[in-house]
């Protein structure tokens, strides 16, 4: 296992003499990226980094915040583990990125006049540079800008690229699978034979990136040019490799119980069903009520109440799932597999995105290794201790049943006896 974790991580060290149809795409090119912060975005910059070595700049739209300049927060970007390769195999990268201040909820992205010109170059402002996309426009006969829409599915842990397992947010089944590991969450309210339309970010971004390419290719060929129609590329499971949310709570399951978290406070044992009043039965005895006796003893022992709000946050991840895991989605891949199917070998190998291929029992172990690991802030060397706690957490768990069963018996006879009473009196 850690030699194959090995070989992962070193796929995408590239010799600088191999070129690809998506590298020369791409050089001497300016990006302008924007969420360039958040989960799928440092996958991005991290994959246009290490395989697009010609790339000019990559510039990186960013809110300021209170107390930390744009270059500041472009600096705490890199901080993070997944850019761990990229800076020991280059210590150039940094002349790559440039911060631009900005916000995608203000006029004209809250860029500056000074930045504004960097990313415009010639233009003086957005009005005179789209007078001069119009005039281009009729110039080649009503030809359409070089344009497509890109559709993940659900969007989680790296595959292998850069890492195994990376994740930095508890959003989707993150949520809930890191709150079934720690014993939070107790049930799911999911369709188990539905399909999980769930992709490794490392793959939707090589996708995306090669998607770019090939909305260029589709531009600059003429028998494309008057379909007027723009390229659409649902990237998600194949039907030829597809992963049920049974099969994904039962595989996450069998990872949690191997691994352990230290930060547990309960053994993992949830349950999936689709009655929507069966669920919140559910949610009532086995969520609430027990966060309610903890946080009323936390509050006598004059210490800050927590578990409810806890509750209040998972419970959210789960109504967002459920919409999802309820229902069987129909999606048409068929520009992502033609796509696959155009790329040259090298491509392939630089900017791999097959479905078809991906080894979902070694995904999702990784997926639950990385979510202990980065989320949870528990390195994997404290799996012994961790097992130790999860032999006791296991017997208190079947004491507590023993006892929840006794009281059930207890009430059960206590009625029939009462009822035998009435009928024999």
């Known amino acids: 296992m850690t030699k194959k974790m090995d070989e992962m991580e070193t796929k995408n060290i590239l010799d ?7 590298q020369k795409f791409f050089d001497g090119s300016n990006i ?4 360039g912060t958040g989960f799928l975005g440092k996958i991005l910059i991290n994959k246009l980094l290490t395989s697009c070595p010609g790339i000019n700049i990559i510039y990186l739209l960013v809110r300021s915040k209170k107390n930390k300049s744009v270059d500041t927060r472009v600096d705490e970007i890199f901080d993070d583990p997944v850019f761990e390769i990229l800076k020991r195999s280059s210590t150039k990268y940094s002349f790559h990125i440039k911060g631009i201040a900005g ?17 415009l170059g010639k233009w003086p402002n957005t009005y005179t540079f789209t007078k001069a996309v119009a005039e281009d426009v009729i110039r080649t006969c009503s030809e359409q800008i070089p344009v497509g829409v890109f559709r993940p599915g659900i969007v989680i842990s790296t595959y292998q690229d850069p890492v195994c397992g990376w994740i930095d947010n508890f959003y989707g089944p993150t949520g809930v699978i890191a709150g079934a590991g720690t014993g939070l969450l107790r049930t ?11 992709v490794p970010v490392d793959l939707c971004v090589n996708s995306m990136i090669a998607a770019s390419w090939d909305i260029y290719e589709r531009h600059n060929c003429r028998s494309t040019k008057s379909s007027g129609s723009i390229p659409v590329y649902n990237f998600c499971t194949t039907s030829e490799n597809q992963l049920t949310w049974g099969e994904f709570t039962a595989k996450t399951t069998k990872y949690g119980l191997m691994y352990p978290t230290l930060t547990a406070i309960w053994y993992l044992c949830y349950s999936n069903t689709t009655n929507r009043v069966a669920h919140m039965i559910s949610i009532c005895f ?19 109440p927590r578990l409810l709000n806890t509750y209040k946050k998972i419970h959210k991840f789960m109504n967002v799932i459920a919409y999802f895991s ?6 048409r891949i068929d520009n992502v597999e ?31 290794r990385g979510i202990r690991r980065y989320l949870l802030k528990d390195p994997l060397e404290t799996i012994p201790k961790a097992l130790i706690k999860w032999n006791r957490l296991y017997w208190q768990h079947q004491c507590l049943k023993a006892i929840i069963y006794v009281i059930i018996f207890y009430i059960f006879w206590f009625f029939l006896k ?8």
């Open 32 to 35: 302008l990226i924007t969420g």
């Open 338 to 368: 033609d796509l696959w199917n155009r790329m040259t070998n090298i491509d392939k190998q630089i900017f791999f995105f097959d479905m078809k291929q991906l080894d979902w029992d070694f995904f999702l172990q990784q997926y639950f």
């Open 103 to 119: 916000d995608c909820l203000k006029p004209a992205l809250g860029l500056s006049i000074y930045d504004r010109k960097i990313l």
């Open 286 to 304: 086995l969520h609430y009520l027990p966060a309610l006796l903890i946080d009323i003893l936390c509050l006598c022992l004059g210490k800050k």
């Open 16 to 22: 600088e003499k191999e070129e690809s149809n998506i």
């Open 326 to 331: 309820m229902r069987d989605w129909d999606f």
């Open 418 to 425: 009462c009822l035998f009473g009435v009928l024999l009196a």
């Open 188 to 198: 799911l309210r999911c369709n188990p034979k539905a399909v999980a339309n769930m």
